[in-house]
């Protein structure tokens, strides 16, 4: 496929099942060699979405086109060139963590078998151990080495850390920006703020099953508001009235506001005044996504029926 060719695309894709919709209309453009997060919580739309990309559900509107490939009707060839970690993987009993990733491997038509022994040392893996005794942690880091072991052009990754302690964690985002360096395309599902920030090049919000928001980390936080901490010289002036400015509370003496849009009034109101200490922080990206599902915002309108996970 040409270089500039959408790893992912989506026109319109919807899915509804009875009453309940659990994707509507989306519109979604994934760039070649990108890391791209999607967020979402629980319900948001996120894994109907993947299932949807790999073509393990048919849409009932819309369509999807993945490595130029029709996810329903390629669904074969399209697996071959896709590394998939769902949210909660399962291992086989009986077979050892070795046995796991070979078979894996076979399936997907062959893989690095190096880089596999690579990932299974820096994932501190014990490959001899039965998958019956394997923890949570552990299951998942068979899933993240069998997907990340094939080199695949796509990677779709659905809550990929669920489990994995701080360390592999980081051994994770490690191998994400390897795999983008390579030139391989990321679609990472996530409601982990932290692990979204540190990898992605761009986001998408989802909100009960619709796509709220497209951008980079950069150009999203404007969405949010900007957070000040500042101790004064004397009396402190009076910011509730100043336009777009919300005092919080507080109990140490200092003055905690955040400022919404403009900061042109705020600055104006604080250059009539002997500011002592200033501090000023952008938004998280966790601050950002609770303007879409903060407690005024997040509920179900009466009577609408809430999106399926």
């Known amino acids: 496929m040409p270089d500039d060719q959408p790893v992912i695309l989506t026109q319109g894709l919807g899915k509804r099942y009875d009453r309940t919709l659990a994707l509507d209309d989306l519109n979604l453009e994934v760039r070649r060699g990108e890391v791209f997060g999607f967020l979402g919580p629980n319900g948001a739309g996120k894994t109907t ?18 490595l130029d490939l029709d996810p329903w009707a390629d669904a074969v060839t399209l697996h071959r060139r896709v590394g998939y970690v769902p949210g909660e993987f399962a291992v ?15 399936v997907h038509g062959g893989v690095d078998a190096a880089y596999r022994e690579e990932l299974m040392r820096r994932f501190e893996l014990e490959p001899d151990k ?12 068979v899933g993240l080495i069998g997907a990340l072991q094939s080199r695949a052009d796509l990677l779709i990754l659905d ?8 360390l592999m964690a980081a051994v994770f985002q490690a191998c994400v920006r390897e795999a983008r360096d390579r030139g391989q395309t990321i679609f990472l599902s996530s409601h982990i703020m932290s692990e979204v920030e540190e990898v992605c090049d761009r986001v998408g919000i989802l909100r009960r099953g619709r796509l709220a928001d497209v951008g980079t980390l950069a150009g999203l936080r404007h969405l949010s508001a900007r957070a000040f901490d500042l101790t004064f010289e004397g009396d402190a002036p009076r910011l509730d009235s100043v336009p777009g400015v919300e005092v919080l509370p507080s109990q140490d003496g200092a003055v905690r506001c ?14 009539q005044s002997n500011v002592a200490t200033l501090q000023s922080r952008e938004p998280s ?25």
Do not use: C
Not at 49 to 66: E, K, N, Q, S, Y
Not at 159 to 164: A, D, F, I, R, V
């Open 285 to 309: 990206l966790e601050e950002i996504f609770l303007r879409y599902y903060g407690p005024e915002d997040g509920a179900p309108e009466d009577g609408a029926p809430r999106a399926a996970t």
């Open 49 to 66: 979405t993947i299932r949807l990309l790999l073509g393990l559900i048919r849409p009932t509107a819309g369509a999807a086109v993945v």
């Open 92 to 106: 086989w009993p009986q077979l050892t963590g070795r046995e796991m990733l070979e078979l894996l491997g076979n």
């Open 258 to 271: 955040r400022v919404h849009g403009d900061l042109k009034p705020f600055m104006q109101a604080l250059a």
């Open 159 to 166: 809550e990929p850390t669920s489990g994995l302690d701080p």
């Open 130 to 141: 039965r998958g019956r005794s394997y923890s949570k942690g552990n299951r998942q880091k």
